[in-house]
């Protein structure tokens, strides 16, 4: 914490205190969803907590599993009861995770006060309460506000359509308080979100309709317009939707983020299946627009569900200091590392390969390339082959070290990588050079959840104890 003013609220002042500060500690512990929904076995999904710390004995460890009450709940995306967007109220503490379930639509409150590395349940949220009070169910990602509430996007409604609604949690009771959103008017989709106050706006992406994406990705559905293509604009104080900035058919945009510093009135969105990232921008009128910067070319290819193999750019985040711009191709199996200094202009300074759909010896052959001259050997550490690619991506708050999880949800995952599902998924951690860019897999860190005690199992997101640089939002 902070321990500038005499008394603060959770998280840091700015973006470059929580990187440089002198009270920005080494994570030493990381808090992941692990899931077994879709993988055969009938166990419920948990949290774990794994030791990150080089100099414990535990290292690369889980030591701790917080297993939920429930089958099948597909935990996927976690966030904070209070980050930085309160850091000027001292009565707040970020000693809650909050974790909601994509699937089953229940949300769970975690204590992670009461000892960091054991947490426990403090609330069951059960989604009939979204059903009811909101007209709502999926949810999928979650922020802090500085009121003090939890405000959580949801991608459909009870019986399993696209909408593009929110939901308001206390943040004292864990109570719902209804849906944030006013008017009519909601998009047709939803998924991830972020909102700049100084800008007076809040951005939401799509990903799909959550009964069509629910057991699997089939090329037509995006055709008949059951994914994402829009970038949805509301009005932070009204609460409203007011724009809808499209990004072009099949596009689906996913993970978004703004530039942290929060006077800054740009950023940018992944799309998972186009292979670009957009940067989005308010313009001279005061409108919102964006422009695409980035694009991974797709491959030409034998051997897979398509004669051509998009990257799926699934995660995408950015440095504190707002220099560089990552993200993971779940499918080509690479994570990318641009220097964003000129944001119209991102310049690519570190790429590695870790694992993917076109490995040599595997069952695809690449008879296209545009940007590799062969395809890239397997990818193997700890004498383990590592199946899947890389998916969930977490950078320290110093922008050192690159935490990055196989994972990307678990009907997906039986789809395109079953052997993910059989052996488990993996976390590694990548060596960031944050001076002139460049990208090194740390050869000593291995976590293997294919060698959990109840079987390998499905881990997702990252989560540090003390914020991290996709939860924490500076008002």
């Known amino acids: 914490q902070s321990a500038k003013?005499?008394?603060?609220?959770?998280?840091?002042?700015?973006?470059?205190?929580?990187?440089?500060?002198?009270?920005?500690?080494?994570?030493?512990?990381?808090?992941?969803?692990?899931?077994?929904?879709?993988?055969?076995?009938?166990?419920?999904?948990?949290?774990?907590?794994?030791?990150?710390?080089?100099?414990?004995?535990?290292?690369?460890?889980?030591?701790?599993?917080?297993?939920?009450?429930?089958?099948?709940?597909?935990?996927?995306?976690?966030?904070?009861?209070?980050?930085?967007?309160?850091?000027?109220?001292?009565?707040?503490?970020?000693?809650?995770?909050?974790?909601?379930?994509?699937?089953?639509?229940?949300?769970?409150?975690?204590?992670?006060?009461?000892?960091?590395?054991?947490?426990?349940?403090?609330?069951?949220?059960?989604?009939?309460e979204l059903f009811w009070k909101g007209n709502v169910a999926n949810p999928h990602t979650t922020h802090c506000l500085g009121s003090g509430d939890i405000l959580i996007s949801c991608l459909g409604d009870p019986a399993g359509n696209g909408k593009g609604g929110f939901i308001l949690l206390d943040g004292e009771t864990f109570e719902v308080k209804g849906n944030w959103e006013n008017g009519e008017k909601v998009p047709p989709l939803s998924y991830d979100f972020w909102y700049q106050p100084r800008h007076n706006v809040l951005m939401s992406t799509e990903w799909g309709v959550p009964k069509v994406l629910a057991d699997g990705f089939n090329p037509p559905d995006v055709e008949r317009g059951l994914y994402g293509r829009h970038i949805n604009v509301w009005d932070w104080s009204t609460h409203t939707y007011v724009q809808a900035i499209d990004l072009g058919k099949g596009s689906i945009p996913l993970e978004i983020r703004f530039l942290h510093n929060p006077d800054a009135a740009e950023g940018f969105v992944g799309c998972a299946l186009s292979g670009a990232v957009h940067r989005f921008y308010k313009t001279e009128k005061g409108d919102w627009a964006a422009e695409k910067v980035i694009e991974v070319p797709s491959k030409k290819v034998q051997g897979w569900l398509l004669p051509d193999m998009p990257g799926l750019i699934t995660d995408i985040l950015i440095s504190l200091d707002d220099r560089f711009l990552y993200f993971s191709n779940w499918l080509h199996g690479d994570i990318r590392q641009y220097d964003i200094s000129n944001t119209r202009k991102p310049k690519l300074v570190g790429q590695v390969f870790l694992g993917g759909s076109i490995t040599k010896g595997g069952p695809v052959t690449v008879v296209e390339d545009k940007e590799l001259q062969c395809q890239p050997e397997p990818f193997v550490i700890k004498g383990k082959r590592v199946p899947g690619g890389p998916q969930m991506i977490q950078l320290s708050l110093d922008g050192k070290r690159l935490y990055v999880t196989s994972s990307l949800y678990s009907g997906w995952d039986k789809q395109f990588y079953p052997d993910l599902v059989k052996e488990g998924s993996v976390m590694l951690q990548i060596d960031v050079d944050t001076e002139r860019g460049g990208l090194k897999v740390n050869k000593n860190f291995l976590v293997d959840f294919g060698k959990e005690p109840d079987g390998p199992v499905l881990a997702h997101e990252i989560r540090y104890p003390g914020g991290d640089n996709t939860s924490d939002i500076w008002m």
Request: aromatic fraction near 8%; include cysteine.
């Open 5 to 128: 003013c005499g008394a603060c609220g959770p998280g840091y002042a700015t973006p470059l205190d929580a990187m440089k500060g002198k009270y920005c500690p080494r994570e030493e512990i990381v808090y992941l969803p692990c899931i077994y929904r879709n993988t055969g076995i009938e166990k419920p999904d948990y949290l774990a907590t794994v030791d990150v710390d080089p100099k414990s004995p535990r290292y690369c460890q889980v030591i701790h599993r917080l297993p939920m009450p429930n089958l099948k709940d597909e935990l996927h995306h976690s966030g904070w009861n209070a980050c930085s967007s309160c850091f000027g109220d001292a009565t707040k503490r970020r000693n809650r995770l909050i974790l909601p379930s994509l699937i089953s639509s229940r949300i769970y409150v975690v204590d992670v006060g009461t000892d960091l590395r054991a947490p426990r349940i403090h609330k069951v949220v059960e989604p009939v």
